[in-house]
């Protein structure tokens, strides 16, 4: 970031250049969604280890991609997840709306599909790891309005 002259930066991601100072603003979360169709076809999942009975869109950029961790109730259960991948939230998104399997997405990207109707949102009473927005900046340096 600052090699190429930002001041600032926003991103989902732990911080790992430790002379920058990171704040959170925001929480990001995700959902459990599949297309309409997709349901029609496939017994919608109602527990984690039915995960494991569906095609599952996956991002590989998380870190550990091929399993799926789901908070509820009884604690958090892993469960391995596959086999379609990708490296881009708008690509499985898509994939998901045409209908293959189910996907773990931030609402950011699924939300207005949710919300529409292109996407349905499932296991809702399990959350899925929790991400926050991060606000990267240098340590002691004043920064100008511009």
Known sequence: MVSEGFDVGIRIARLEDSSLIARKIAPCKQAFCASPDYFRKNDAPEAP???ALHPCLIYTND???DT???HGAKGAQSIKVGPVCADNGEILKAA???GPGITRLSTFIVG???NAGRLQQVLT???PRK???ML???HGVIYRRR
Do not use: H, V
């Open 125 to 127: 009473e399990y959350c």
């Open 136 to 138: 990267f900046f240098l």
């Open 49 to 51: 280890a039915d995960l």
């Open 96 to 98: 998901a709306i045409s």
């Open 68 to 70: 799926w961790t789901l």
């Open 112 to 114: 207005p599909d949710i």
């Open 131 to 133: 991400f926050q927005f």
């Open 63 to 65: 870190l550990k991609p």
